[in-house]
């Protein structure tokens, strides 16, 4: 049963580990914005937040969505496992996580030069096995994609015709769409509503076209 709100308890954990809302923003690597309106009640924290912070403050993540659990992280025993003794009813337990690079933004429309500086650290759950993380531009692939959502993506040379990719064109410029190949041809095909979008087609004989990756998830970001 839940005792008090997910802000009443961040606020709390910062109080009690005597930490900063900017140093809760540096090692979270959650931007401080966010946590502004964490604070405030504006937003509930979603799953990879939650675990963040908890993470950082070393608490419990039932308790710090305001669960009738102990705050402490390190409260639990081998006999009494910490994720069956917090996870109250109806609630999912949290995936395993992995830390993966935010790099940069790709277009979703016409190629753009793809900026390969880290943005920040973001977790994606494990399950999805993704090298890193891109911000997407553009409407050419709406619905599926919308622009600034997050795609997760497997770093792999190849891909199989059909599969949604990230490729590469003339060495620095990056687009997602789905690839397909035929001889020394390649179609780089967009999905949208939008009809100014259509299919790009590229001769290897002219034009260096390299896969970066598979598109394994994509995610809005709020």
């Known amino acids: 049963m839940k005792i008090s709100t997910f802000a009443q308890r961040l606020r709390a954990g910062l109080d009690a580990r005597q930490m900063t809302q900017a140093e809760l923003s540096s090692r979270s690597k959650i931007s401080k914005s966010s946590i502004s309106h964490y604070l405030k009640g504006d937003w509930e924290g979603k799953q990879d937040a939650v675990y963040s912070i908890a993470q950082v403050l070393n608490v419990s ?20 496992p910490a994720q069956k003794a917090t996870i109250p009813p109806g609630f999912e337990p949290m995936p395993e996580m992995d830390m993966v690079p935010l790099v940069g933004r790709i277009a979703c429309g016409t190629p753009i030069t793809a900026e390969q500086n880290v943005e920040r650290i973001v977790c994606v759950p494990s399950k999805w096995r993704s090298t890193f993380t891109l911000t997407c531009k553009g409407d050419s692939m709406e619905p599926r994609i919308h622009d600034g959502d997050l795609v997760a993506i497997r ?3 190849e891909v199989e015709n059909g599969q949604l990719a990230v490729v590469m064109v003339n060495g620095d410029e990056a687009t997602v769409k789905y690839f397909r190949q035929e001889g020394s041809l390649v179609v780089l095909t967009p999905k949208s509503f939008n009809p100014v979008h259509q299919p790009q087609i590229y001769d290897l004989k002219r034009v260096q076209v390299r896969v970066v990756g598979l598109v394994v998830e994509c995610r809005k970001v709020f």
């Open 61 to 80: 993540e039932a308790w710090l969505m305001g669960y009738d659990v102990p705050m402490d992280a390190e409260h639990a025993t081998p006999s009494q």
């Open 155 to 157: 770093k792999q040379p």
